[in-house]
């Protein structure tokens, strides 16, 4: 376990999900800022939208990620959960304070979207929330040449995107690499998806806007169509979990006498020191004859010395 773990382990719950939710706002008000204010400016430049995306994921996870860990995004926790890395309650807190945070930036950004007659809300919001079809952001072009991206377009986009989101949060999550592994995988998830649907590749982001844009005149209304921005990216975790799973039982190391090829082997060792046991048993008894013989000889030396001396003394006796 690394340090950083065990750092975010020992901050009461409390910090924890506020850290969830403080970082989670701060990348959904930062998205919606440069999809609406920059999306005029830069005229949906997708280099600028997919590196300010992945900036600001990487930055809120290099200052809050001490913390909480630095989800900030439902499906990375879902995987977490899932693959031991966080708690379930836990997780769950996750999840309803990013939802909550996102709600907050989607509130104050649309209180500071100026409009007038020939601006409406629903012109900022166009480039801003999730959708596909008459809800992409591609829609008005596209619509030129009788195109359009349909469910499909958008479920394998947003489902490629969660894939390399999950997969990079869950390879690194916990160690130095998680911020910059976080950073890269959004940047290169919205260089894929934002063409199509406005880039979601998180559920709270797109939760965020969708609550506000609602009943705003935009050509689809945006919470008919979230559903799809919840399931792409919790049906990624889902696999990712379930290959980090199978791999995690594949790697364990197997029982002793699991592997028949192993077999041989023990048993060569059980034999090899039932040898040494009775190898070392015939060295122990003849020692202890080697040790019983010279007791006898020297017991026997002993006896004859004290048989001479008497014989000796009694002759002695005699002559007197």
């Not at 913390?67 to 708690?87: E, H, I, L, Y």
């Not at 079809?133 to 030129?144: H, I, N, P």
């Not at 559920?203 to 945006?222: D, H």
């Not at 979230?226 to 790697?251: E, R």
Request: aromatic share 10%.
């Amino acid at each position: 376990m690394t340090s950083e773990q065990n750092i975010t382990k020992e901050q009461p719950w409390p910090l924890r999900v506020g850290a969830e939710l403080v970082g989670t706002f701060l990348i959904c008000f930062a998205i919606y800022v440069f999809s609406t204010f920059g999306s005029i400016v830069f005229q949906l430049n997708l280099a600028y939208i997919a590196l300010g995306t992945g900036l600001v994921y990487a930055a809120a996870v290099f200052a809050l990620g001490g913390v909480s860990g630095g989800q900030f995004n439902p499906a990375v926790t879902v995987a977490a959960m899932v693959t031991g890395r966080t708690k379930l309650v836990d997780g769950i807190l996750y999840i309803v304070f990013q939802v909550v945070g996102a709600t907050l930036a989607g509130m104050l950004v649309k209180f500071l979207l100026p409009t007038s007659e020939n601006v409406t809300l629903a012109q900022w919001l166009t480039t801003t929330v999730n959708g596909f079809d008459k809800g992409s952001v591609a829609y008005s072009t596209l619509t030129q040449y009788g195109l359009n991206f349909s469910i499909t377009q958008a479920i394998a986009v947003e489902l490629v995107a969660g894939l390399l989101i999950v997969g990079a949060a869950m390879a690194t999550y916990g160690t130095r690499r998680y911020a910059l592994a976080t950073g890269v995988s959004y940047t290169v998830g919205a260089a894929v998806a934002f063409p199509v649907t406005g880039a979601a590749l998180n559920p709270a982001r797109a939760t965020g806007i969708a609550l506000f844009a609602q009943n705003q005149k935009l050509q689809v209304e945006p919470l008919s169509q979230l559903w799809v921005f919840w399931i792409c990216p919790i049906l990624a975790a889902a696999l990712v979990s379930l290959v980090m799973v199978l791999q995690q039982m594949i790697a364990a190391p197997k029982a002793k006498g699991d592997d028949p090829a192993q077999l041989t082997t023990y048993n060569e060792a059980a034999d090899s020191a039932q040898d040494a046991q009775e190898t070392t048993a015939d060295e122990d008894d003849e020692a202890d004859e080697s040790a019983t013989s010279q007791w006898n000889a020297v017991h026997a030396e002993v006896g004859g010395k004290q048989s001479d001396a008497k014989a000796d003394a009694d002759e002695g006796v005699e002559r007197d």
